[in-house]
């Protein structure tokens, strides 16, 4: 086991899960991921594989047919994933946002009907908040749900969905207008199920195709319209007396999205630093390896610290969120770091490899294109910095 980002405390079965992943990762996803991401292709059976050993119920309860894990361990797996391909913690994170947010709001009936399906990877779950005019500045959202006696009707362009073809279930936020003061207390999160694919795959609801992006390729994203989508009451989730909570639901959802950022941040910079110190051991200039060269050792000393860094600060966030305890200033400060460190940790990795670095025959190369997004996924570092800047004002105020 490497010395990097090891983490105290961890129960046996813990750290039997994360034995597993691991290996499962070295063995079955980083041979393939060059492949499948050059060719931008669905990682089938890469998913199938994740499916046998229960990794869509990893914390989902018992109760439901899942393994009833803490948010840690799903960080941790999260992490694992991410050092062999961050598109695959992709196509789970948005699931499990969604798993999270049936089992701590939905209603019980939700509940039964959909978490023992999405533990076995059956349904999978996608998220929905941004539009095409709107990213972190939520209340600019524009779709609508208006009631129409014990239905609800739905219009609008959502934007940015990760999962989005090939999910049964889309946990969507909406205006709905309550009547309340606070233009947050005007939204809702619907449980739109569709059938999984691209076209209508629900009445009025359409995935359009699939969007084309520098990197996070094999995990499809994509916009998704609602051109009168009518879905009774009870699809609200929590059920219809939870009308109008949808934003505060969401933001709890968010809170467990940039956990996971941060970890997919962490398991990135993790397999960049492996590629670079085994590059800088191999390669050799003026009659010695390039890790001899004091330039280079000075590098993978900061990258391995920067990943320590960024490790302890996302596991912190994940035991607060376990420990039921506010975690909004800890997960905003988790993300920040991991991500802006994750981008450098590449960088530098890629600044070892020298030219080859530039090849795609290269993993480095791929992580170039990758680790960008996670600036901006889950909020960007700026909306982090007000995130945690408010925080500590309140704690901290005169």
């Known amino acids: 086991m490497a010395r990097l980002a090891q983490t105290p405390g961890l129960t046996d079965v813990q750290r039997s899960i994360l034995e597993t992943v691991r290996e499962f990762a070295d063995k079955e996803i980083i041979p393939h991921a060059q492949r499948l991401e050059h060719a931008d292709e669905y990682p089938t059976d890469i998913l199938d594989g994740m499916r046998e050993m229960g990794l869509f119920g990893l914390t989902i309860a018992e109760e439901h047919g899942g393994l009833g894990e803490s948010l840690l361990t799903y960080a941790l797996v999260v992490e694992e994933l991410s050092r062999g391909w961050m598109s695959i913690s992709g196509i789970v994170n948005t699931h499990f946002i969604v798993a999270y947010l049936i089992s701590q709001h939905g209603s019980a009936e939700q509940q039964a009907r959909l978490l023992p399906r999405m533990a076995t990877g059956e349904v999978r779950g996608a998220f929905s908040m941004s539009e095409p005019e709107c990213g972190s500045d939520v209340a600019a959202i524009r779709s609508r ?24 279930v889309v946990a969507t936020l909406v205006r709905t207008d309550t009547g309340a003061d606070s233009v947050y207390g005007n939204m809702s999160t619907f449980l739109l199920e569709k059938e999984p694919g691209f076209g209508e795959t629900a009445p009025g609801l359409t995935i359009p195709g699939k969007i084309d992006k520098m990197g996070y390729k094999g995990v499809e994203t994509t916009e998704m319209v609602l051109d009168g989508v009518t879905v009774p009451a009870t699809t609200v989730l929590g059920g219809p007396d939870k009308v109008g909570r949808g934003f505060y639901q969401m933001m709890d959802g968010i809170e467990v999205g940039r956990v996971n950022v941060a970890a997919r941040a962490c398991g990135i910079s993790i397999r960049a630093f492996e590629l670079a110190v085994a590059y800088a051991q191999q ?16 590098k993978l000393a900061e990258m391995g610290t920067k990943i320590e860094a960024a490790h302890a600060l ?5 035991r607060l969120k376990d420990a039921g305890q506010r975690n909004d200033v800890e997960a905003g400060m988790a993300k920040l770091l991991a991500s802006e460190y994750c981008a450098e940790v590449v960088q530098e990795a890629f600044r070892i490899h020298g030219g080859y670095g530039y090849s795609k025959e290269y993993e480095i190369e791929r992580l170039m294109r990758e680790a960008p997004f996670l600036l901006i996924g889950e909020g960007t570092s700026e909306i982090q910095k007000t995130i945690i800047s408010r925080g500590l004002l309140k704690e901290y105020k005169l």
């Open 145 to 168: 749900a208006v009631r129409d006696g014990d239905n609800y009707v739905l219009n609008g362009q959502k934007m940015w969905l990760t999962n989005g073809a090939y999910s049964s």
């Open 314 to 318: 996302m596991v912190n966030a994940a």
């Open 283 to 298: 390669r050799k200039t003026f009659g010695q390896p390039l890790a001899k060269h004091q330039a280079i050792a000075f």
